[in-house]
Nanobody, 117 residues
């Protein structure tokens, strides 16, 4: 079955950086668009960005453009989220997900990012 495992979360000061990784198994990883989402306490889950199968198309929500970078390694079956210039409002649980067709059908359990002011 499809498994996604996120890692790399933690506590960072505002202005700092973190790199999240998502390891995928149970699927032909290189065939799928991968997405990153986040959910802060009391808020709905929010789309952060996505990368297509080849890495040739990458999308970001406006609030992270210029600060976050998504990349993937189709040999290692991993997708990463490099987060720079972190702000307190970036604090959330971050999830990776696999897009099947037009919907994200498989999700990891998430990794928590805490940003101190």
């Amino acid at each position: 079955q499809v498994q996604l495992v996120e890692s790399g979360g933690g506590l960072v000061q505002a202005g700092g950086s973190l790199r999240l990784s998502c390891a995928a198994s149970g699927l032909t990883f290189s065939s799928y668009t991968m997405g990153w989402f986040r959910q802060a306490p009391g808020k709905e889950r929010e789309f952060v960005g996505a990368i297509n199968w080849s890495g040739g198309s990458i999308y970001y929500t406006d609030s992270v453009k210029g600060r976050f970078t998504i990349s993937r390694d189709n040999v290692k079956n991993t997708v990463s989220l490099q987060m720079n210039s972190l702000k307190p409002e970036d604090a959330a649980v971050y999830y990776c997900a696999v897009r099947v067709g037009t919907t994200y059908d498989f999700w990891g359990r998430g990794t928590k990012v805490t940003v101190s002011a």
